[in-house]
């Protein structure tokens, strides 16, 4: 089995920041691309941010200069750094990884269990 947990969600107040953490366990022999979505009330699943294992970024133009997403390979962890957090980016954030299992084998996606991240006075 794999899990992601993620942690880092809460509350924070237009202007702040806060980091999102992600890790990865259990039968996985590498991990390819990992990434954040979120998803807002009322709205749909949308990419926020994504990594390849070789260290390429991607941002979705809401949040480009504003977050950052980073992994470390020998933690198997995404984290993701939200700056001057906006009322908009209040959501559920979700972590998703591509990753195999064995050697040559085929990829699997998993998703996190999502944490909220609410920003509001």
């Known amino acids: 089995q794999v899990q992601l947990v993620e942690s880092g969600g809460g509350l924070v107040q237009p202007g702040g920041s806060l980091s999102l953490s992600c890790a990865a366990s259990?039968?996985?022999?590498?991990?390819?691309?990992m990434g954040w979505y979120r998803q807002a009330p009322g709205k749909s699943r949308e990419l926020v941010s994504a990594?390849?294992?070789?260290?390429?970024?991607t941002y979705a133009d809401s949040v480009k200069g504003r977050f950052t997403i980073s992994r470390d390979n020998i933690k198997n962890t995404v984290y993701l750094q939200m700056n001057s957090l906006r009322a908009e980016d209040t959501a559920v954030y979700y972590c998703?990884?591509?990753?195999?299992?064995?050697?040559?084998?085929?990829?699997?996606?998993?998703w996190g269990q999502g944490t909220l991240v609410t920003v509001s006075e």
């Open positions: 998703n990884v591509l990753l195999v299992k064995q050697s040559g084998g085929p990829q699997f996606q998993y």
């Open positions: 259990g039968s996985i022999f590498s991990i390819n691309n």
């Open positions: 990594i390849t294992s070789g260290g390429s970024t």
